[in-house]
């Protein structure tokens, strides 16, 4: 599962450590999975799960040198930064457990390890929102955004991601599309996906043909938000002496892109060859590397960031 390190302009814990929180997250992970798993096991001996066979654990990384509780050892540690995390919070304390509710329904072990993926997924979000000691007003559609969702559940942990990051850049507040710092790569992404089976005609102009069926209309040619994206990055990269490939990618997993002069430093990515491209992602075992942090610390140091403290720390003052 991939880490979300900027949402938006909202607060993120790894602004904090950049350097602490993904190797951190991978290891952590991989625990919590462990305990819900003989969480789930010990429902299934009580009977309150039917038990039918599931597959295996590879899908989860090597085993964790240190054991810590997930959230006591996230938040304890000493910042580097100027915030520092205290106790956890009690609402955050039974995130990765098993209510009756869910029992009925977790009756394999896929279900349970889609169940925890979930349960991963709205943590990230508020993980990408909020520290213990601060807050950002939250766009509640992030937790149902299918296009994050998908990226964030199917991508490798070691990949770092940045969906719809806000930058102030020679003075002017900057919405990004969506930055995936691999091990490997940086990928700058946007998407096609207006309507299924819809056929996109490139075109070096500002404006692009959409086809779907017999109609036709104009759109704003991706490249030009895709171009922006880049410039950022690699200025913010530079800023930092930081100094790895940069990637472009559209992608359309329900359309098709047809562009004959499709310019090289362009990747079209549409419904006919998505799939294997993501596969070959997921597939990527490469471990978190220096220069992906490097790469991510220059990226945050210059994010826009809104959030207020929140309203039970403010009420011990």
Request: glycine letters at 2%; charged letters at 30%.
């Amino acid at each position: 599962m991939g880490q979300l390190i900027k949402l938006q302009n909202y607060i993120s814990r790894y602004e904090n450590d950049v350097f602490h929180y993904p190797a951190q997250y991978v290891r952590l992970k991989k625990q919590e999975w462990e305990k819900f798993h003989a969480l789930w096991e010990q429902r299934q001996d009580a009977g309150l799960l039917i038990p039918e066979p599931g597959e295996g654990d590879d899908w989860l990384l090597e085993e964790p040198k240190e054991k810590y509780s997930l959230f006591r050892g996230l938040f304890s540690r000493k910042e580097k930064q100027a915030e520092a995390d205290p106790e956890p919070l009690q609402e955050e304390e039974n995130l990765f457990s098993i209510n009756e509710t869910e029992s009925i329904y977790l009756k394999t072990e896929e279900d349970a390890k889609k169940a925890f993926i979930d349960k991963m997924y709205n943590f990230q979000i508020k993980w990408a929102s909020s520290t213990l000691l601060h807050q950002s007003p939250l766009d509640h559609k992030y937790y149902v955004d299918e296009r994050l969702q998908f990226l964030l559940k199917r991508l490798p942990d070691t990949f770092l991601m940045l969906y719809e990051p806000v930058f102030r850049f020679q003075k002017a507040v900057v919405e990004l599309d969506v930055v995936i710092i691999t091990p490997l790569h940086i990928w700058c992404v946007t998407f096609l996906e207006e309507q299924d089976e819809a056929v996109f005609a490139g075109s070096p102009e500002r404006f692009w043909v959409k086809r779907f069926g017999a109609a036709e209309s104009k759109i704003l040619s991706p490249a030009v938000s895709l171009a922006r994206t880049e410039k950022i990055v690699k200025k913010l990269l530079q800023h930092d002496q930081v100094d790895m490939p940069i990637r472009k990618a559209v992608f359309s997993r329900n359309g098709y892109i047809d562009d004959p002069a499709a310019p090289a430093d362009i990747h079209y990515i549409d419904k006919r060859e998505f799939y294997h491209w993501f596969d070959e992602m997921r597939q990527l075992s490469s471990p978190l590397k220096t220069i992906q942090l490097k790469a991510a610390k220059a990226l945050l140091a210059h994010a826009d960031t809104v959030s207020l403290r929140r309203p039970e720390w403010e009420e011990e003052l």
